[in-house]
T-cell receptor, first 113, second 112 residues
Framework: NAGVTQTPKFRVLKTGQSMTLLCAQD?????MYWYRQDPGMGLRLIHY???????AKGEVPDGYNVSRLKKQNFLLGLESAAPSQTSVYFC????????????FGPGTRLTVT | GENVEQHPSTLSVQEGDSAVIKCTYS??????FPWYKQELGKRPQLIID?????GEKKDQRIAVTLNKTAKHFSLHITETQPEDSAVYFC???????????FGAGTQVVVTP
């Protein structure tokens, strides 16, 4: 199993550009999450999904949208990137029927200039 | 919402000594407390976790203790080794969707 994968690994955007980050998991997990990690601030939850076709806001949702059209994929979109969205983005998934453990992807480093 | 505070922000220890990281949480409904280790440029990886119905859990050189009354939990690493050098994050889960509120992290440096 590949576990949780993320594409791309790195990206540089100009202010105002848009992009989509893809998270994929092959563990048949029901729950999926998007976090951002900034220096000295730990990880903060952006959006999450508790099943195919469902999404909900986390702690810092402004400027981001998400979609979960297929159970194995969770997409994070930036419609109009801003320098404040420069960060490392991590996706995670969990199987609530088995445990609370969240499995993280390798991350995407995004720079907005 | 939940708020998790983590101390210290940096911790330097000599190889072989013990390291202790402490976290406090605000929501008494929180029921799951994981600890993650993150090496530079890598993803966070779970090293140990504890549920609210347990006071202590140990896995080889790593242990976690939970005090529900005081709303704090701690990570203990004994016989530290250079490969223990990393950033450690505590977290608390406060609802049935498994959402985690993370602490700000502790940079642990183990010097030989």
């Amino acid at each position: 199993n590949a576990g949780v994968t993320q594409t791309p690994k790195f990206r540089v955007l100009k202010t105002g550009q848009s992009m989509t980050l893809l998270c994929a998991q092959d563990m048949n997990h029901e729950y999926m999450y998007w976090y951002r990690q900034d220096p000295g601030m730990g990880l903060r939850l952006i959006h999450y999904s508790v099943g195919e076709g469902t999404t909900a806001k986390g702690e810092v949702p402004d400027g981001y949208n998400v979609s979960r059209l297929k159970k194995q994929n969770f997409l994070l979109g930036l419609e109009s990137a801003a320098p404040s969205q420069t960060s490392v983005y991590f996706c995670a998934s969990s199987d609530p029927g088995a445990s609370y453990e969240q499995y993280f992807g390798p991350g995407t480093r995004l720079t907005v200039t | 919402g939940e708020n998790v505070e983590q101390h210290p922000s940096t911790l330097s220890v000599q190889e072989g000594d013990s390291a202790v990281i402490k976290c406090t949480y605000s929501d008494s409904a929180s029921n799951y407390f994981p600890w993650y280790k993150q090496e530079l440029g890598k993803r966070p990886q779970l090293i140990i976790d504890i549920r609210s119905n347990v006071g202590e859990k140990k896995d080889q050189r790593i242990a976690v203790t939970l005090n529900k009354t005081a709303k704090h939990f701690s990570l203990h690493i004994t016989e530290t080794q250079p490969e223990d050098s990393a950033v450690y994050f505590c977290a608390a889960s406060f609802d049935s969707w498994g959402k985690l509120q993370f602490g700000a992290g502790t940079q642990v440096v183990v010097t030989p």
